[in-house]
């Protein structure tokens, strides 16, 4: 049981992943997609002029501040657009996808935030009325009942949380759904080759990160990155063989993460 | 086995056909919800700066002309937030329901129209690269899996064709799923009492069509009302019950075609 991530930055490629996904999918393993989608998220939410807004929480973590136009906007391009191309991609490649969003038949059940403290400017401050979300909960049933039919789940990272849809990270996301289905792998592509020591050096790349120094990789961790190294240490902790950060760029780029490329934690 | 469609146009009303499916759907009946969009497809279309535009084909049947970005529009408004407004809103009312593009586990496939015959300015054109099709097969395996299990399967009109994802009529593809389970009753609510001989006039309601004057029905039809009396004809004759023609607007709408308010055809 394989789960992949596949990031939603700019920059990640989709054609090699879908090539790869349909070759494993064909060779008889089971896997569920977990999609991102947060550039096309931007691009919408600008064209529509209600431009996204991010904000820091007073731990240091990222994330996007989600008022209701925003989650409908996060819907549309999520839901609406990248499960649709993903969905599409697959098929014609003779894949039988299946695209949900994690309110779907209550995939994903989410506690939501409600208010949140950032840090603005320099100040501690609370936003309310925030959609977002983190997964609790995760409808495995459903999953295996469409795993065991031959179908490849596609799941946008949306949630169920006090009777309202809520974002949530698709990392981290995808860990959860990963532990609930006990999968042996856990690979998380973006556009970048996995945790670097320096962003700027690809060759700083750290090429194996034991559980006992997951610590020491969060340090590390800027940005985006912090939820993947997040999510990675929750899949360990509910059960996942092994968690693989791979580039999305280039051939294969699940394989190769399988055989090792990118950053392995164990 | 009951199939409703609820339109997207401008006025229908959600909540009340929401309440009705979420009491019908609790007393034990199995129900599939057919979504529209049309009115969500308009409003992003002209936000985004790529206006609708409607073409007459030449026998007198209009249509939304869909090129690649209409379509990725259409899944937006559709897929993205018209179904995830509806299944939050069934879910938060107790029911597990589940939103599905005609694309996902290609419940829906269709066949491409490709290049399209339509009349503009009284002179006749050929559009291609419209991304439009006529839904030819159901997968009612997946819907039966569904609803044996509880869910309530909520179907955005995508349809997979020749590899890709087109767009196809809500009420023609309702009429399908309908014959494909079997279904007793197809209900298709709109914004309007039903088929009217005068559409200025309410009162000028056709109560009852029978299957051998559905030709007359058809020639009553204006705009919308063609594709809803289309699709009641290819319901009954794959062998569905009757078709319901309702109203979305006022209290317990499913519940008040049921009772045989609005235009029966049977």
């Given at each position: 049981?394989?789960?992949?991530?596949?990031?939603?930055g700019?920059?990640?490629?989709?054609d090699?992943?879908l090539d790869?996904?349909?070759?494993?999918h064909?060779?008889?393993?089971?896997?569920?997609?977990?999609?991102?989608?947060?550039?096309?998220?931007?691009?919408?939410?600008?064209?529509?002029?209600?431009?996204?807004?991010?904000?820091?929480?007073v731990?240091?973590?990222?994330?996007?501040?989600?008022?209701r136009?925003?989650?409908?906007?996060?819907?549309?391009?999520?839901?609406?657009?990248?499960?649709?191309l993903?969905?599409?991609?697959?098929?014609?490649?003779?894949?039988?996808?299946?695209?949900?969003?994690?309110?779907?038949?209550?995939?994903?059940?989410?506690?939501?935030?409600?208010a949140?403290?950032?840090?603005?400017?320099?100040?501690?401050?609370?936003?309310?009325?925030?959609?977002?979300?983190?997964?609790?909960?995760?409808?495995?049933?459903?999953?295996?009942?469409?795993?065991?039919?031959?179908?490849?789940p596609?799941?946008?990272?949306?949630?169920?949380?006090?009777?309202?849809?809520?974002?949530?990270?698709?990392?981290?996301?995808?860990?959860?759904?990963?532990?609930?289905?006990?999968?042996?792998?856990?690979?998380?592509?973006?556009?970048?080759?996995?945790l670097?020591?320096?962003?700027?050096?690809?060759?700083?790349?750290?090429r194996?990160?034991?559980?006992?120094?997951?610590?020491g990789?969060?340090?590390?961790?800027?940005?985006?990155?912090?939820?993947?190294?997040?999510?990675?240490?929750?899949?360990?902790?509910?059960?996942?063989?092994?968690?693989?950060?791979g580039?999305?760029?280039?051939?294969?780029?699940?394989?190769?993460?399988l055989?090792?490329?990118?950053?392995?934690?164990?």
């Amino acid at each position: 049981m394989l789960v992949v991530k596949l990031g939603g930055g700019e920059g990640v490629a989709i054609d090699p992943t879908l090539d790869d996904l349909a070759a494993i999918h064909q060779g008889g393993e089971r896997v569920v997609l977990v999609h991102g989608g947060s550039h096309e998220t931007n691009l919408l939410a600008r064209a529509l002029g209600h431009p996204p807004r991010f904000v820091t929480s007073v731990s240091g973590v990222e994330s996007r501040y989600t008022d209701r136009t925003t989650l409908e906007i996060f819907a549309m391009a999520y839901a609406g657009k990248v499960s649709t191309l993903l969905v599409e991609g697959l098929q014609a490649r003779g894949v039988n996808a299946l695209g949900l969003s994690g309110i779907d038949g209550g995939v994903l059940r989410a506690e939501r935030k409600g208010a949140v403290k950032v840090q603005e400017n320099g100040k501690v401050k609370l936003l309310r009325d925030d959609f977002t979300g983190k997964v609790t909960e995760v409808n495995r049933d459903l999953l295996a009942v469409l795993l065991e039919r031959g179908f490849l789940p596609v799941l946008a990272p949306l949630a169920l949380g006090s009777g309202v849809a809520l974002n949530v990270d698709g990392d981290r996301a995808a860990a959860m759904v990963a532990a609930a289905l006990k999968a042996d792998t856990l690979v998380i592509l973006s556009n970048v080759p996995g945790l670097l020591r320096d962003v700027a050096d690809p060759a700083s790349l750290v090429r194996v990160v034991k559980r006992a120094d997951l610590q020491g990789a969060m340090a590390l961790a800027r940005g985006r990155m912090k939820k993947k190294v997040m999510g990675a240490q929750e899949a360990l902790a509910g059960g996942v063989g092994r968690v693989v950060l791979g580039d999305s760029r280039g051939e294969r780029p699940i394989r190769r993460a399988l055989a090792g490329e990118g950053t392995v934690i164990e």
